[in-house]
């Protein structure tokens, strides 16, 4: 038979191990898959929404942070148009006026840099979100 002591070792490890790896309730943006590039833009040009921008806020954990957060929500286009707290989150047609451009960039005017402690999106990645805004933040 087990000692007691070592299987509630095992249990007591076990558990801190989860609870250890689940901590931001969230995707690890620092797995293998933080260095892929984002999805390539449409064959139109256009940046889709549902095949570009929303896996991002997946990949770096936006959803499961803003899931009403600051009263933002980031899971479709029309939450990141109402916002939250400090407004919309998104200015069709206006990136660098909009407040998640300004929050996921270095220095930002308020609170801090999102993700929230990192690691950071990279400036091609930015870039597509800005593109995305600029091209009128469409629902596609």
Same mark, same amino acid.
């Not at 069709?92 to 998640?100: E, N, R, Y």
């Not at 999102?114 to 597509?128: A, E, K, N």
């Given at each position: 038979?087990?000692?007691?002591? #070592?299987?509630?070792?095992?249990?007591?490890?076990?558990?801190?191990?989860?609870?250890?790896?689940?901590?931001?309730?969230?995707?690890?943006?620092?797995?293998?898959?933080?260095?892929?590039?984002?999805?390539?833009?449409?064959?139109?040009?256009?940046?889709? #929404?549902?095949?570009?921008?929303?896996?991002?806020?997946?990949?770096?954990?936006?959803?499961?942070?803003?899931?009403?957060?600051?009263?933002? #929500?980031?899971?479709?286009?029309?939450?990141?148009?109402?916002?939250?707290?400090?407004?919309?989150?998104?200015?069709?047609?206006?990136?660098?006026?909009?407040?998640?451009?300004?929050?996921?960039?270095?220095?930002?005017?308020?609170?801090?840099?999102?993700?929230?402690?990192?690691?950071?999106?990279?400036?091609?990645?930015?870039?597509?979100?800005?593109?995305?805004?600029?091209?009128?933040?469409?629902?596609?």
């Amino acid at each position: 038979m087990f000692n007691p002591r #070592f299987i509630l070792s095992i249990i007591v490890l076990t558990a801190a191990m989860v609870i250890a790896g689940c901590s931001d309730q969230g995707s690890n943006p620092a797995s293998s898959d933080q260095a892929a590039p984002p999805p390539p833009v449409t064959q139109t040009g256009s940046v889709s #929404f549902q095949i570009q921008i929303k896996p991002i806020f997946q990949r770096y954990g936006c959803a499961s942070c803003h899931g009403g957060s600051g009263g933002l #929500f980031v899971q479709t286009v029309a939450q990141l148009l109402q916002g939250g707290v400090d407004g919309p989150a998104v200015i069709s047609g206006k990136a660098d006026a909009s407040v998640i451009i300004k929050k996921l960039s270095a220095n930002p005017p308020f609170g801090d840099r999102m993700p929230q402690g990192g690691p950071y999106l990279p400036d091609s990645t930015m870039q597509v979100i800005k593109d995305w805004i600029n091209q009128g933040a469409k629902d596609n």
